[in-house]
DNA sequence: AGCGTGATGGTCT
DNA sequence: GACCATCACGCTA
């Protein structure tokens, strides 16, 4: 079942811990690849101050962040990699999750081709967010895009397995004062995709 | 396992 | 011109 609007109608932090064990689905050229989502963090808001929409700064790159939940949300980092946000909550409250980390479900084959690197560890395909977009074949054409509509991105509920949720202060933010202590970073507590530990 | 380094470009001041 | 929600590789051990 795909997400409907409705899930995506919540804030950032909430959001973060529902997308844990949800599937993405990425189509193109005819082909498919479903990922789970394993690691996520939030960023809440006009007030968190990781956010780049702090403030309620609406540039070019950051309009996505206040379209309805249920958009994506993309931009570039360090000049080579894409990172995947979903946007949730109302429009004009810029909620998003960044999807950090996830797990390989079909099209293994897909996304080794996608990724050319030397090590032959399965867990180094996806567990960050630069190597999953890289992986799923994300780029800036995908950025805004309607993920309750769209053929070639969206997220969908499967059975999975019970899981335990664990929490940590968000990755490489030090910029934020007192919200980078903010445990907002979540993840699938044992699962061997995640990032860093 | 840990450190150092280089690759690379859009965005905002 | 500085900053980045990163990664891969090669070197030490």
């Keep these: 079942m795909r997400l409907k609007q409705g899930f995506y109608q919540k804030d950032a932090v909430q959001a973060a811990k529902d997308l844990l064990g949800k599937v993405i ?10 990922v789970k989502i394993v690691e996520t963090e ?4 006009a007030e968190d101050k990781a956010s780049h929409a702090h403030n309620n ?3 070019k790159r950051t309009a996505p962040m206040f379209k309805k939940g249920g958009h994506s949300y993309i931009y570039l980092i360090y000049g080579m990699y894409y990172c995947l946000n ?42 960050g967010p630069g190597k999953l977009s ?8 995908l950025n805004g ?5 769209s053929d070639f991105l969206y997220i969908i509920d499967t059975e ?16 934020a004062e007192e919200y980078k202590d903010k445990k907002w970073r979540f993840f699938i507590k044992n699962n061997k ?4 530990s």
């Design 145 to 149: 895009c309607n993920l309750i509509e």
């Design 57 to 59: 700064k609406k540039t």
């Design 86 to 127: 979903v946007v949730t909550a109302a429009e004009n409250n810029p909620h998003a999750v960044l999807i950090r980390a996830v797990e390989p479900l079909k099209g293994l084959n897909y996304i080794k081709e996608n990724r050319q690197i030397k090590s032959s560890k399965i867990e180094n395909l996806t567990n």
């Design 25 to 34: 689905v990425r189509k193109y050229n005819d082909k498919t690849i479903k």
């Design 160 to 175: 999975t397995e019970e899981f335990e949720i664990e929490n940590s202060p968000r990755i490489n933010i030090d910029y």
């Design 42 to 45: 939030a960023y809440c808001g």
């Design 134 to 141: 890289q992986a799923l074949k994300i780029n800036k054409n």
């Design 193 to 196: 995709y995640i990032s860093r």
